[in-house]
Each structure stands twice: as structure tokens, then as C-alpha cells.
């Protein structure tokens, strides 16, 4: 009789279980369905500030228009890491997919399934190719970024000596433009005398783009300025920089979160960088999700749609062959402003 409670017990327990369990799935569906579209941004990978700031923005952009947004970011920035993520997207049938390429072409086979069952794909930040996009938010001008880095590091140089960049991961589209774009730039004349001696991969990992820093101090003695275009490697370098006594001697320039470079511009390990608002890039992505579903936008060049506080923004074409919406130029942070800044993103 005991043991006949006991099983009762547990049963009517694992009933209740089970009871608990449906109503927790059918309140996450219905929570979906409620909300109506359901748009998913996917950064390169997490602890990342710069990223938290752009899915902030994207997930402030979406609600505001009363639907529901999915975060997601893998451990490593790598696009198989992604391309699960992707799956698990399309499985949700999720109404929007905003990418944050870790690759150019290795996500083209996912996202065109994602396209295939009716899911309106783009990239942001870090583009795809043009396959595998509708169109791409892009914080700033490409060939803009590039010039008015060498244009940096050529100041801070004082005309003349060995630079080096450190980048994000060798795959990084993004990165990847901005240092051809420098690479270019250097060819002309007015550069003749500054020498790029090496571009390192810190994967924009905290450890790795500080060991990548420590390894270009070591091999090139004579190294002026390190340009980063990543808001992880430079905050990395700028603190090698100030740990080994070496402000003055070697500069730090690119782009960077003034949040996590305001202590170094004040030191002096950067005498100024740049950047845009990445909460603003999140969000201008956000309205094009729902201007893409809401078919207001097919992202050819020309449509129009209104971005909420942003104002309204046009399709144009991308130097790379597909189209993009242009947040606007990128800002310029030194001594003067960066206490503005800091507390901004
Ligand atoms: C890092 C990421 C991001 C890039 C910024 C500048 O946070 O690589 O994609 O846009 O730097």
C-alpha cells in the first residue's frame, strides 16, 4: 500500500512535470506567435562589448516595433559556428536572419536555405556575398575607412617608418575590405615612405591579440604604428602598449570602442581612432529586417524605407557588386571628446 502511494506520487509528480513542460513550450510559441515576426541577428562571436552594442540597438529596433528579436553569437568566430547557429534559425522558422558574416563565401549554402523556406536574409557590420544577401547595413564607407586609416598612421608615424595592422580573423569581411582598401592606399606616393611590415590575426580574442601584439613588438623593434581595425584588437594593443612602457614609441590606431580606449587616448598609447555607433548600426538593421518582410524594400538599389529615430535611408550599391544602406561616416575620437564618449558605447 506503501509502496502503491509512492507510485502515485511519482506519477501524478512526472504528470505534473510534463504539464509544466507544455505549458512552458506553448508559452515560448505562443509568445512567438503572439509577438508576429520573430528577427534574429547573429554577431561574430560573444564577449565582445562592440557586439553587445550592436545586438542592444537591433534588439531596441525590433521591439519598438512590437516584435520579438533573438540575440545569438557563437563562442568562436568562425562560420561553422555560425552555420549551426543558422540551422537551428531556419528549425524556428524565425522571420529574418541578420548576419554578421565570420566568412565572405562559407555561409552562401545555409543562408540560401534560410532563403529557400521564406526567411528574408541580409548582412550587417560584416558583410556575405552578394548571393547570399539582400542587401548589407554597412556602419560606414568602405574606401573611407581604409584611406583615413593609412592617413592615421601616416600622421602618427611622422611621415615615414614601419607600421603593421592587427586585424580580427583573416576571414573577417569586414576587416578584410578596410586592409585592402589600405593596402591600396599605401601605393601612392604621399605613402612611399611608411612600410607595412605585417598583418596579424588576433580573431578579435582578448588573449590572442595581446600575444599576436607582443609577437610584432618582438620581431619588428623599429615598429611605429599598429593600425587595428577592430575594436578588440586595438583596445589589446593599447594596453601592451601602456604595460611595457612603450607610449610615445609605438602608436596605436583604428577603430575603437571609446568606452574601452577612453584610458588609452588619455595616456597618450592612442593619440586619437575612430569608429561610428555600433547601437545605431543594430538598430538601422533592424528597420531594414522589417522593411525586407513587410516587402516596403527588396534591397535593390533606390528602395527607401524609414529607419524610426534614424530618419530615412536609401538602397545604394556596394563596391562589391551587391547593394548596401550606409549608416554614415565614420567619427573621429581624441583628447578633446573622448570623455563625451566613453559613457556613450
Ligand atoms: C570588432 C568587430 C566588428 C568591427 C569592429 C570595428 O568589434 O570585428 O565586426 O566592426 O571591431
Redesign the pocket.
Known amino acids: 500500500m506503501k509502496s502503491m502511494t509512492r507510485k502515485v506520487l511519482i506519477l501524478s509528480l512526472i504528470m505534473a512535470v510534463i504539464g509544466q513542460a507544455a505549458v512552458f513550450a506553448s508559452g515560448q510559441q505562443g509568445g512567438g506567435a503572439q509577438a508576429g515576426e520573430r528577427h534574429a541577428i547573429v554577431f561574430?562571436s560573444t564577449g565582445?562589448p562592440?557586439?553587445e552594442r550592436q545586438m542592444g540597438g537591433f534588439e531596441t529596433g525590433i521591439k519598438e516595433q512590437g516584435f520579438t528579436a533573438i540575440l545569438r553569437a557563437p563562442d568562436l568566430p568562425t562560420a561553422e559556428a555560425q552555420i549551426q547557429m543558422i540551422e537551428q534559425l531556419i528549425a524556428q522558422r524565425v522571420t529574418s536572419i541578420c548576419i554578421?558574416g565570420n566568412d565572405f563565401d562559407a555561409l552562401q549554402p545555409v543562408l540560401t536555405r534560410a532563403k529557400n523556406q521564406g526567411i528574408k536574409v541580409y548582412s550587417l557590420?560584416?558583410s556575405v556575398n552578394p548571393a547570399s544577401r539582400l542587401t548589407h547595413v554597412n556602419?560606414a564607407d568602405t574606401q573611407m575607412i581604409g584611406e583615413t586609416l593609412v592617413e592615421a598612421a601616416f600622421d602618427q608615424a611622422g611621415g615615414s617608418g614601419e607600421i603593421a595592422i592587427l586585424s580580427?580573423t583573416s576571414q573577417?569581411s569586414?576587416?578584410n575590405a578596410w586592409i585592402a582598401v589600405m593596402q591600396e592606399t599605401l601605393k601612392k606616393p604621399k605613402y612611399a615612405n611608411l612600410n607595412l611590415v605585417k598583418i596579424a590575426y588576433g580573431d578579435?580574442l582578448r588573449d590572442k591579440s595581446t600575444s599576436e601584439t607582443e609577437g610584432l613588438l618582438a620581431s619588428y623593434p623599429n615598429l611605429k604604428v599598429i593600425i587595428a581595425?577592430?575594436?578588440?584588437g586595438i583596445a589589446a594593443a593599447a594596453k601592451v602598449v601602456t604595460d611595457r612602457g612603450l607610449v610615445g614609441k609605438i602608436k596605436i590606431t583604428g577603430?575603437g570602442l571609446p568606452s574601452e580606449m577612453a584610458e588609452y587616448i588619455d595616456n597618450g598609447a592612442c593619440p586619437y581612432m575612430f569608429?561610428w555607433n555600433p547601437i545605431d548600426v543594430g538598430y538601422l538593421g533592424a528597420y531594414v529586417a522589417t522593411a525586407l518582410t513587410s516587402g516596403k524594400i527588396t534591397g535593390k538599389v533606390g528602395d527607401t524605407f524609414s529607419a524610426g529615430r534614424l530618419g530615412n535611408y536609401t538602397i545604394t550599391q556596394a563596391p562589391d557588386g551587391g547593394t548596401e544602406v550606409l549608416l554614415g561616416p565614420p567619427f573621429k575620437f581624441d583628447k578633446a571628446n573622448i570623455n563625451e564618449w566613453k559613457s556613450v558605447y
Open positions: 561574430k565582445n562592440y557586439g554578421v557590420d560584416s556602419q580580427a573577417a569586414n576587416q578579435d581595425p577592430t575594436t578588440v577603430l569608429l
